[in-house]
Every structure is written in C-alpha cells, then in structure tokens.
Nanobody, 111 residues
C-alpha cells in the first residue's frame, strides 16, 4: 500500500516562504508533482518533476516556486517564495505511475 505523507503547510504573511514535503512509500515514481485547489476552484497543477529531472511549472509558480526531489528518500519538495494571498489553497502531492494522491496540506497566505 502506497502512502504519501505531506508536511510543511501553514499560515504565512504575504512575501513569506514555505517548504512543502511529500514522502512516498513503496515504488519510485516516474513523475512527482504538486497540485493545489483553492475554494470554489478546480484543482490545478503547480509543478512537476520527472525521475530524470525534467521540470514543469504553472505560469503562476514560475520564478517563485521550486520543485525538487530526492530519489533516495522518495520525497518531493516544493519551495515556495514570495507567497501571495492568491496562493492560498490546499496543496496536494501527486505521484505516478500508478496515480496516488496525498491527503492535502493547507497553505494560507495573509495579506
């Protein structure tokens, strides 16, 4: 049974930083990513990273967020800098293949 354990969410003031972590048990996954879902909005991709290091960022994350992974620890990270109130959402860890989702961690950015 694969488990994704997320940590690092919380409340931060605008302009601040947070680092999210997601540790996966079981197999090494080809793609590890972070999605987010704000109230009343659809879940959206924030950033992804392949096992080979190929990166993909949403436009809203470019220049502010950095995704990385440690394959030895089977863990993916999301460093979020210059946070804005519009970054407030539940952030979900995602891995594939097969697909698994984390339970979500709340990020709240106050103005």
């Amino acid at each position: 049974q694969v488990q994704l354990v997320e940590s690092g969410g919380g409340l931060v003031q605008a302009g601040g930083s947070l680092r999210l972590s997601c540790a996966a048990s079981g197999s090494i996954f080809s793609i590890m990513a972070w999605y987010r879902q704000a109230p009343g909005k659809q879940r959206e991709l924030v950033a992804s990273i392949s096992i080979g290091g190929t990166l993909n960022y949403a436009d809203s994350a470019k220049g502010r967020f950095t995704i990385s992974r440690d394959n030895a620890k089977n863990t993916v990270y999301l460093q979020m800098n210059s946070l804005k109130p519009e970054d407030t959402a539940v952030y979900y860890c995602y891995v594939t293949y097969p697909v698994y989702w984390g339970q979500g961690t709340q990020v709240t950015v106050s103005s």
